[in-house]
């Protein structure tokens, strides 16, 4: 296993089971039972070497830090590829009440190996994407998921921006984590799945509104930005005054 003093550049997985809690006592013994099983074989299935972390399990949460070791991009792709492989396969043998749906989070930084576990405001952080609602709502919207994950900005910009993986950006939707102290950009990815924001009937980018200018006597010049939703449609059966209107033709099928 990798020792370092001090403070040292590495990676955080940090993953934890949703509903939990919910399960009766040999539910939960059994989910303690199956998740590093789970998680060793998704490592092993990406010739990653889970002796070499240092590994801290909190029963149905697991937190892994290593050095950086440029393992990075084969942790965001292959090891989360892998991992949802295994889930899909463990849960394909069980009722829908018995799956083992994840959370999880990645973030790198300074982390020191502490006399109590580790120490670095990179591994709060870590903690704070991995209890973020996003990744609660991003299981609720889509049910048939197994995997919700967070890409801290950095881990983020320096893999998938990067091009050092298979994923591109649309795989993910940039989101904000309001967490305790904490408040960060992070990008969010649910593998399998068309990333949507909660109630959503397609895919969505988080994006700023357009801008719009004002013209003389509060008229908007120069505004492309309609939309659907903010089109009347009006029948007239005698003449009317349209000047500083906008009018757009159809058919009636649309």
């Known amino acids: 296993m990798a020792e370092w003093s001090g403070f040292y550049p590495c990676t955080c997985i940090a993953v934890d089971a949703q509903a939990?809690?919910?399960?009766?006592?040999?539910?939960?013994?059994?989910?303690?039972h199956d998740l590093p099983r789970i998680l060793s074989r998704a490592?092993?299935?990406?010739?990653l070497d889970r002796s070499q972390w240092h590994i801290q399990p909190k029963g149905d949460e697991e937190l892994a830090v290593h050095p950086m070791d440029g393992t990075e991009p084969r942790l965001v792709d292959d090891f989360v590829r892998h991992l949802v492989s295994e889930l899909r396969e463990y849960n394909g043998?069980?009722?829908p009440t018995a799956r083992m749906r994840l959370r999880a989070a990645i973030h790198h930084g300074p982390v020191e190996l502490a006399d109590n576990g580790f120490a670095g405001?990179?591994?709060?952080?870590?903690a704070r994407l991995l209890s973020?609602?996003?990744l609660y709502d991003a299981l609720t919207t889509h049910d048939g998921a197994d995997l919700a994950l967070l890409l801290s900005d950095d881990?983020?910009?320096?893999?998938v921006a990067g091009g050092h993986t298979t994923l591109s950006a649309a795989d993910f939707r940039c989101v904000t984590v309001r967490e305790k102290e904490c408040e960060a950009a992070a990008w969010l990815q649910v593998p399998g799945h068309e990333v949507r924001r909660p109630g959503a009937g397609r895919p969505a980018v988080d994006q700023p509104e357009p801008p719009t200018r004002e013209g003389p006597g509060g008229d908007f010049a120069g505004r492309h930005d309609y939309r659907g939703e903010?089109?009347?449609?009006?029948?007239?059966?005698?003449?009317?005054?349209?000047?500083?209107?906008?009018?757009?033709?159809?058919?009636?099928?649309?």
Not at 43 to 47: L, P
Not at 155 to 159: A, G, K, L, P, Q
Not at 232 to 252: I, K, M, Q
């Open 132 to 134: 973020s609602r996003h």
């Open 43 to 47: 490592a092993g299935g990406t010739g």
């Open 230 to 254: 903010q089109i009347s449609v009006n029948n007239f059966t005698a003449p009317v005054d349209l000047r500083g209107g906008v009018v757009g033709f159809g058919s009636a099928g649309g």
């Open 20 to 32: 939990y809690g919910g399960n009766n006592d040999r539910r939960q013994s059994e989910i303690q």
């Open 121 to 126: 405001t990179t591994v709060v952080t870590t």
């Open 93 to 95: 043998t069980r009722v």
């Open 155 to 159: 881990v983020y910009r320096s893999t």
